[in-house]
């Protein structure tokens, strides 16, 4: 990770992550007392542990992956070992799924890591451009943005948790108190993802140019991006012909989904990627 | 006269609940971000296309949250 602004993000985003977590720790010692606290770190690796493991498992499962056959995608394959080489990593296991629009994604950590592409995406983009989508997910696991993202979520879910009991404990057994208790939990745990998702955006950014650093261009990533757009919309136009996504009726949030996105402004990302 | 706790739990209820009930696909990708990356946005920032059926559980979780922060809201009057 070789990014001076990454770095300096980074920082300051784990320091305000920790003084969330510091806070929970302290509001755990003077409920339960200090006694509490060796249980609270354990808890918290264990939390964090299980949700790095499971995450990874459900969502290899969810879109039924499967490996890449060598056979079949053997050009896939030997640039995804040359990238990787170029990259200073292993090479990942590759992974295919049908998910019904164009996606990549990549789990698990640097050494162990595994990049899952969408069938759609291949049958949409030329083989410069899958490189291109394939090297921005390979500097995700080698920026370790799998681990730092699930690492950000369990904070956010240690201190949800533990603001949950404080509201429930503090108080004296009211309807009222039981009910506070759940709805902090979820307005806790978002306001430490803002955090968390502003860090996200900006390793996308990150990402882009390692990408696009690792390729020697960034023209395959950003055409890419706009064929993958176009696509989507299309999709989006369609479902709202049909009425078939209920969700389309709201949109997407507007300005807090643009705080609440992992990913900046695709139109930006293009920009960066062929300035 | 509301007590601090009861309206805390009018305030938050409501407004975690529309924002449940408004924006799922939201509450869905930042509660699942970093853990599920295939609920999370593709490489173009599009978030894949999930069973509807996840959005209607945390519209219901939402409407259950704003009837009771409406609860709440309303207890000085109804007691």
Known sequence: ?275 | MYETREALAAVLGIAAGLLFVVYPRLVLRVQTAGTRPDRQPGPAGETPDLSSGWYWLIRGVGAVMLVGGLYFAARPWLL
Do not use: C
Not at chain 1, 79 to 99: C, H, N, Q, T, Y
Not at chain 1, 144 to 172: F, H, N
């Open chain 1, 1 to 275: 990770m070789g990014h001076t602004g990454l770095k300096i993000r980074m920082a300051i985003v784990g320091f305000i992550l920790f003084a969330f977590y510091a806070v929970t720790a302290v509001a755990v010692m003077a409920i339960w007392g200090t006694g509490t606290l060796p249980l609270l770190l354990v808890g918290s690796v264990f939390l964090i542990g299980a949700q790095y493991k499971i995450g990874k498992w459900a969502a290899l499962r969810s879109v039924g992956a499967e490996d890449l056959p060598e056979d079949q995608y053997g050009d896939l394959h030997r640039r995804v070992e040359s990238l990787s080489k170029d990259m200073g990593i292993e090479k990942p296991r590759l992974m295919i799924a049908s998910m019904g629009v164009p996606n990549a994604f990549a789990v698990g950590r640097k050494g162990a890591g595994t990049v899952v592409v969408s069938r759609e995406l291949l049958n949409t983009l030329e083989p410069d451009e899958v490189e291109g989508v394939l090297a921005h997910e390979l500097a995700h696991i080698r920026n370790r943005d799998v681990v730092m993202m699930v690492l950000g979520q369990g904070i956010a879910s240690i201190v949800a948790i533990v603001a949950q009991w404080a509201v429930l404990l503090t108080g004296d057994n009211d309807i009222a108190d039981f009910f506070l208790a759940i709805v902090v939990g979820n307005v806790v745990q978002f306001i430490v993802m803002l955090f968390v998702l502003a860090i996200s955006r900006y390793r996308e950014y990150v990402a882009d140019a390692d990408a696009k650093e690792a390729i020697g261009s960034g023209d395959p990533l950003a055409s890419a991006l706009e064929k993958i757009q176009r696509g989507n919309a299309s999709a989006r136009e369609d479902n709202l012909d049909n009425q078939v996504s209920a969700l389309a009726i709201f949109g997407d949030g507007g300005g807090l989904a643009s705080l609440l996105s992992t990913h900046p402004p695709v139109e930006e990302r293009i920009q960066r990627l062929r300035s």
